[in-house]
C-alpha cells in the first residue's frame, strides 16, 4: 500500500498487510515500517518504525487495557502469565472491589460493582494455560448528559485539551481513556501478578501516608510488620487510625464544598529477591517510576530517601553491610529503598507516589471551548474529592506488574545456566502442583 503526500511518497509496510482498507484495524497492536522517499531523482531513503497505541505495558508479562469510562466496559488482555496458576474471579474481584467507586462517602458516588468475567486463559479447574487472559468489565451506571457542557468547554488541567490537540476528537463522556477507569484493567491484571508473586513469598502492599496537609510521620508505620488488614481498617486507607481520622475529615471538608486535594500513597515490597533490574536504562527504579506515572493524577515519585536524601551527607546516607544470624549480606540502614545500582539488594522496596487533587471539580472555572472562545464552566458528574484512597490498589497493582515482568527476565537469563552459589541467589520454585 502507498500513501502519497506532496513531493513526497509514504510505503508504509506491516508484516501481513494486504491492500484492503479493512486491514488498518490490525496496525494497533503492530509496528509500522514507515518509509520516505522523496520524488525525483534523489535516491535517499529513511525509514521509521511507529509503535502505535501506547496502550501496552510489559515485556515477558504483558498487559493490554481497553475501553472507555462511558462506553460498554473496560478490561485487559493478559499476555505471558506462566501456566499452572490457581486463578478464579473471586481472586480479582477483592481488588477491584478496593478500587470501585461508591465504596465510601470520600469517593465518588457513582455506583458501579465492577463485577468482572474471564473470558480466556483459565481452565474450568480454576488454573492459567498460558494462553491469554482477557478480564472483563460492564459499565453499568453511566450518565452522558453530565457532560453535555464539556463536549465543548475544556475542565481545566483534565485531558480534554490534549486528547484534542493528539486525536483532533475525543470520548467526552468522563474522558474516555484518561479517566481512573482505565486503570481497572491494570488492577485486575495486578491481581493476577500479586498471585505469581505470592508463590515467590514476595509482598505487594500500599497505604496512603498523606492527604492534602496531614502527614503520616516518618517510621509510624512499621513496614516489617504492616497487613493488608491494618490498610483495610478505614476508608482512606491509612494503617494509624488516629491519622486516618485526620486524612478523613480533612477530605470532609473539602467534599462538601465541592473542592478537591491530592496526598501521597506509599508502596513496598517486602521479600524481594535479589538481583531483578537491569544496569543503565532498565534500572528497576526507572521502570517502577514509568509504571507509577502511568496512572491518572500522578505528578511525583521517590524512593528510599527520596528527595530528603538530598539533605544528608554520604557518610549519614550510606547504607553499611553486615552479615545477619543466617550468613546473607544486609544493609543496616535502608535509604537505597530496596534497589542499589539499579538492581534489588534484598532489602524492602519502598517508594511513594504523589497524586494531584482532582482536576474535575463542582466550582465554578474560567476555561475556553474548542472555538476558542472564553467561557466559565461548572463541571457535573460524579468525581473524587481525594483520588488517593482508591489509588493504593492501583499503586499495588503497578508495582506486582513491574515486578513479574522482572523477575521473568531475571529467571531468563541469570538461572538459565548453573549460577555462582556463594553470590547469587536462585529465584524459590513453588512446590508442583498435583493435578490431571
Known sequence: MAVSFGASKLLIKSGGIGSQPSDLRRLSLSPVQISVRPRG???????????????????????????????????????????NIPLSEADIQFELDRRRPGQSRITTPRKETDTCTIQSGVCPKGLTLGTPIHVFVPNTDQRGKDYSEMSQAYRPSHA??????????????????SSARETIGRVAAGAVAK???????????????????VVLPDGIVDHETLTME??????????DPEYAQKMIDAIDVVRVRGDSIGGVVTCIARNVPRGLGQPVFDKLEAELAKSMLSLPATKGFEFGSGFAGTFLMGSEHNDEFYVDAN?????????????????????IINMRIAFKPTATIGKKQHTVTRDREETELIARG??????????????????????????MAHK?????????SILQEPIPTPAPLNHV
Open 41 to 83: 531523482d534523489t535516491p535517499a531513503r529513511r525509514s521509521v518504525e511507529v509503535h502505535a497505541s501506547g496502550n501496552v505495558f510489559g515485556t515477558n508479562f504483558q498487559v493490554s487495557t481497553f475501553g472507555e469510562s462511558h462506553g460498554g466496559g473496560v478490561g485487559c488482555t493478559i499476555s505471558g502469565c506462566p501456566p
Open 160 to 177: 480534554d485539551a490534549t486528547y484534542d490537540f493528539k486525536y483532533g476528537i475525543r470520548a467526552v463522556q468522563g474522558g474516555g481513556r
Open 195 to 213: 498471585k505469581i508473586l505470592k508463590l515467590l513469598g514476595t509482598e505487594v502492599l500500599a497505604y496512603v501516608s498523606q492527604v492534602h496537609t
Open 230 to 239: 491494618q490498610i483495610e481498617s478505614n476508608i482512606v486507607r491509612c494503617p
Open 327 to 347: 550468613g546473607k549480606i544486609r544493609t543496616k540502614t535502608n535509604r537505597s529503598g530496596g534497589i542499589q545500582g539499579g538492581i534489588s539488594n534484598g532489602e
Open 382 to 407: 460524579r468525581h473524587d474529592p481525594c483520588v488517593v484512597p482508591r489509588a493504593v490498589p492501583m499503586a499495588e497493582a503497578m508495582a506486582a506488574l513491574v515486578l513479574v515482568n522482572q523477575l
Open 412 to 420: 531468563g537469563q541469570n538461572e538459565l545456566l548453573p549460577v555462582t
